[in-house]
């Protein structure tokens, strides 16, 4: 439960953030829907790897003290794409 809670979620999250980014940029000439499907080709693995060793490497901690930093790594690629829609 611990790594469904712990990578499956934020992966998801940051997917469906993706997901939504590519949908409301489609039509209108923008890049900003290209460059979230590039940029979370990569990031959303490297976002489910790093948890996951993060996850391994704080084993003997309680879960509810590794969530919160699980969900701040995987918010780091959104906040960026944010970024690039106020920019684009």
């Not at 997917?15 to 209108?28: K, P, Q, R, S, Y």
């Not at 489910?48 to 969900?71: M, T």
Request: hydrophobic share 65%; charged share 5%.
């Amino acid at each position: 439960m611990r790594y469904v809670i712990g990578i499956l979620l934020p992966v998801l999250a940051q997917a469906l953030f993706v997901m939504i980014v590519i949908a409301m940029n489609t039509g209108n000439g923008s890049w900003a829907g290209l460059a979230a499907l590039l940029l979370g080709m990569f990031a959303i693995p490297a976002t489910g790897l790093a948890n996951f060793i993060y996850l391994r490497s704080r084993r003997d901690r309680p879960i509810l003290s590794v969530i919160v930093p699980c969900f701040l790594i995987a918010f780091v690629m959104p906040f960026l794409l944010i970024i690039l829609l106020m920019v684009g």
